[in-house]
Structure formats: C-alpha cells, structure tokens
C-alpha cells in the first residue's frame, strides 16, 4: 500500500500550518485560521507539549493530516484522544487515508488505555457525518458545546 502515517516532526510545522489553512478554507473559517509556526512550534514541540499532529503520506508525498490531544473523562477514570482536525487532501479523498488516519488514533487510544476517541464535525458537513457513521462513531445530539474566547476570555478571566 502506498499510504504510510508517521508522527509529524518540527520540520514539519509548514506543511501542518498549509494543511490547517486547506481545512479552514474547506470549513469556510479561513478568517479564524490564526495560528502561525511559532504557535506550532510550542504547542506541538515545545516543553509543554498540548497536542500531536500525524502526517499520512501517499507515495511519500503528504496528503492529510490528523492533529490531536488527550482530554479526560470523570466518569470512565481514563484518558480519552480528542481529534481536533483531521484533513485529507480533495484530490486524495475515497482512497481509504482518513479512514487510516482515524484506526491510528483509535490504536494509539487503545495503546495508552484511552477509553475513548471523540471529535466534533460541522452540521452541514454531510460527506463527513456520513464517512463518521459508516466507522460507528454515534452524534452526541444531546451535548452542545458552548466555547469562550476573545474578549469574553478576557472579562471571565478577569472576574
């Protein structure tokens, strides 16, 4: 198979920001695409490392993404792997990569006795909701996911 994933490495911080950037545009959030190398750098690489990126390659050539990071559930008393982004290169979709990308995280999940994997997906993003099921993975529809940012970070923070 000509499909391979590795752990991204320092280098790669360009392709990852390039392959975030293709994600947000295909999200229609391209103006909420901020993060720059250094954000990478520190996030992914630097002393306190928050998140983890894998790089699938095609032929050798990089054609999507997965970046992740471990959250925590109460309830199981276990880590959980939470897919922040996972992309894959239009030209490059139906040839089973995201598919690939996701049982990666589900064995490194299984590996570091995670009790689960979980991500979030855009309600219009149909092809992806759909992709989503035919692996099992079930909606959430009862959970709603409130955020806090900008400004209103600031003022919570400031009490």
Same mark, same amino acid.
């Given at each position: 198979?000509? /499909?391979?994933?590795?752990? $991204?490495?320092?280098?790669? !911080?360009? =392709? !990852? ?15 909420? +695409? &901020? ?8 996030? /992914?690489?630097?002393? #306190?490392?928050? *998140? %983890? ?8 050539? +990089? &054609? @999507? ?11 199981? @008393? ?10 894959? %290169? ?5 040839? @089973? ?8 995280? +589900? ?25 989503? #099921?035919?692996?099992? *993975?079930?909606? =959430? ?9 900008? %400004?209103? =970070?600031? +003022?919570? *923070? $400031? @009490?």
């Amino acid at each position: 198979m000509p /499909l391979s994933i590795r752990p $991204a490495v320092p280098n790669d !911080i360009p =392709l !990852i920001l390039q392959l975030i950037r293709k994600l947000a545009e295909y999200e229609r959030l391209l103006t909420h +695409a &901020v993060a720059t190398a250094e954000d990478l750098q520190k996030a /992914l690489f630097g002393e #306190r490392q928050v *998140a %983890e990126t894998v790089i699938a390659e095609w032929d050798g050539k +990089a &054609v @999507g993404f997965a970046l992740f990071f471990h959250n925590f559930s109460t309830f199981r @008393g276990k880590p959980g792997i939470y897919l922040e982004d996972l992309f894959v %290169e239009p030209s490059y979709r139906g040839k @089973g990569i995201g598919q690939e990308l996701l049982r990666h995280l +589900a064995k490194l999940a299984k590996e570091r006795d995670c009790a689960r994997l979980e991500w979030s997906v855009l309600d219009w993003n149909e092809p992806a909701i759909g992709f989503y #099921r035919s692996l099992g *993975a079930v909606p =959430l529809s009862d959970w709603t996911i409130y955020r806090v940012t900008d %400004e209103a =970070l600031d +003022a919570l *923070a $400031a @009490g």
